[in-house]
């Protein structure tokens, strides 16, 4: 599942999970592409593949950067993009899109582990909240690796990471801290049932949404991603993370700080 940006700084509250549509398409489509020019640098030209592309509304945003072509990558079955829907969604909140981005944008399907592209394909590779949803993180690295050209450049943002307290993508609905370190799912779903008949307009979201994207989660730490990056031959050339002030009080004892602590990465690799 696409998140938006990091909420507060450090000294701040921790954020709300999923803030109103306004800021998410404004967050996707002018501060992730942001982000990722900050990392990789200039992109103008390149062969570009988005790694769990979600709606593609970043992709749209690298546009205006001059990439030459990109992919976006997402499983097969769980959503088929429409291009000229995602324009119109755009533009309804304001934003000019690309007039030629029906030449230089493709969606494509695959089946969680294989990606349908021949080796060094791609000059930049990028994934913004994906890899918490990856069931086979060392596979999809491979194949990151594989389809990425000699001196290509490798962006990963992963939010949130698991063991934080957002890590389980509902604390919009359920509000005890770190109940999904410590509840069977069976708990999670009673709670959600009763939040959406206290909502019953949101029931189609957060029951055939939300608790979908709860179920996928790998349950990840950076510290074990980052053991997968080097295992696969990846270099990391830059990172950085985020955390928040936090009340720990009812976190489990057996987790380590740095789990708890960790809400997001971002990284910058070469192959």
Same mark, same amino acid.
């Given at each position: ?12 509250? =921790? ?8 800021? #998410? ?9 942001? @982000? ?8 103008? !030209? ?12 970043? &992709? *749209? ?18 959503? $088929?993009? &429409?291009?000229? $829907? ?8 304001? %934003? ?14 695959? &089946? ?6 021949? $080796?060094? /394909? ?25 389809? /990425? ?19 389980? +993508?509902?604390?919009?609905? %359920? ?11 069976? #708990? ?10 206290? +909502? ?11 608790? @979908?994207?709860? @179920? /996928?989660? $790998? ?13 696969? !031959? *990846?270099?990391? @050339?830059?990172?950085? =993370? ?11 004892? &057996? %987790? ?5 602590? %960790? ?9």
């Amino acid at each position: 599942m696409n998140t938006p940006m990091s909420g507060p700084s450090e000294s701040e509250s =921790t954020p709300t999970f999923i803030p109103p549509d306004s800021e #998410w398409i404004h967050s996707h489509y002018f501060t992730v592409p942001e @982000q990722i020019a900050y990392f990789c640098g200039e992109i103008r !030209g390149s062969r570009v593949l988005d790694v769990g592309c979600g709606e593609m509304l970043s &992709d *749209f945003g690298l546009l205006p950067l001059g990439v030459q072509h990109l992919t976006g990558l997402d499983l097969a079955g769980k959503r $088929n993009v &429409d291009l000229a $829907n995602v324009s119109d969604r755009l533009r309804s909140h304001g %934003i000019s899109v690309s007039p030629d981005y029906a030449s230089r944008l493709l969606y494509v399907g695959y &089946d969680g582990l294989h990606f349908p592209f021949p $080796n060094e /394909s791609f000059d930049v590779i990028v994934s913004w909240s994906a890899f918490e949803h990856v069931a086979d993180v060392p596979q999809v690295l491979r194949e990151i690796k594989r389809v /990425s050209c000699r001196g290509a450049r490798v962006f990963l943002q992963v939010y949130p990471w698991y063991h934080c307290l957002l890590g389980s +993508h509902l604390t919009d609905f %359920i509000s005890e801290p770190y109940f999904h370190l410590k509840r069977p799912p069976e #708990w999670v779903l009673q709670r959600l049932n009763e939040y959406v008949e206290e +909502h019953p307009e949101k029931r189609d979201f957060v029951l055939g949404h939300m608790w @979908q994207e709860y @179920q /996928s989660l $790998n349950r990840y730490s950076a510290n074990r991603f980052y053991a997968d990056l080097i295992a696969a !031959g *990846f270099t990391v @050339q830059k990172a950085v =993370t985020t955390t928040y002030e936090q009340n720990l009080t009812e976190a489990p004892r &057996d %987790i380590p700080l740095a789990d708890l602590m %960790i809400y997001e990465t971002k990284m910058l690799l070469r192959p």
